[in-house]
């Protein structure tokens, strides 16, 4: 079946700006997650959705970033008056539901600001 | 503290030659996931291995093989006889769901060049 999908492929913004990283998982996977990447650094975690509420949103640095996912099944990541320090690859992944379920990634999201 | 060290940063190597990729974990948790995921010049995360904490037996996939070994926090990866597709960025991770969070927590990676 499709594996995770994110649109876009690259964001470019002018510092300020507000955005929107979008994420659809697989089918069936009942928990989502996203990671953000900077360069030459391994993924970190923002924030961990399981079904329609953030279980763990402890990895978002600030109140700028901000995700839903209302039907629990699409995502948002949402930030605001992006800084030029927001430059970075956006990840998101999903597993079938359990803790231990492995996460599978999408091909990310390059956000740049300008 | 929760850590993974993936001490190589770059590695280089011949087509052929076999290679070994490090990984290196603090946890207090007895029960816990290890992880490695390949990153291609794409720049998607692959999945190639996880590993639970009360299962020690190492494992062989092909070419690749992983031995894991709890009494030096340990989780390496061995690439036999590589080939240039092998080129790729390695990260390992570590996932400890009793702390009621499912995050990943990855190490820096390790960047493999294969030479034709």
């Known amino acids: 079946g499709a594996g995770v999908s994110q649109t876009p492929s690259n964001k470019v913004t002018e510092k300020g700006k507000y955005v929107e990283l979008r994420c659809d998982p697989i089918?069936?996977?009942?928990?989502l997650y996203w990671y953000r990447q900077s360069l030459g650094q391994g993924p970190e975690f923002l924030i961990y959705f399981q079904g329609t509420g953030a279980a763990d949103d402890s990895g978002l640095p600030n109140d700028r970033f901000f995700a839903v996912r209302p039907e629990g099944s699409v995502s948002t990541l949402k930030i605001q008056r992006t800084e030029r320090g927001d430059s970075a690859v956006y990840l998101c992944?999903?597993?079938?539901?359990?803790?231990?379920?492995?996460?599978?990634f999408g091909p990310g999201t390059r956000l740049t600001v300008l | 503290a929760q850590k993974v060290t993936q001490a190589q940063t770059e590695i280089s190597v011949v087509e052929k030659e076999d290679v070994t990729l490090d990984c290196v974990y603090e946890t207090r948790d007895t029960t816990y996931y290890l992880f490695w995921y390949k990153q291609p010049p794409s720049g998607e995360l692959v999945f190639l291995i996880r590993?639970?904490?009360?299962?020690?037996q190492n494992e062989i996939s092909g070419r690749y093989s992983w031995n894991f070994q709890k009494s030096t926090s340990s989780f390496n990866f061995t690439i036999t006889a590589s080939q240039v597709v092998d080129s790729a960025v390695y990260f390992c991770a570590l996932s400890e769901p009793a702390r009621g969070t499912y995050k990943y927590i990855f190490g820096t990676g390790t960047r493999l060049k294969v030479l034709a």
């Open positions: 089918s069936g996977h009942t928990a």
């Open positions: 590993r639970n904490s009360f299962d020690e």
């Open positions: 992944a999903s597993s079938l539901g359990t803790g231990a379920d492995t996460q599978y």
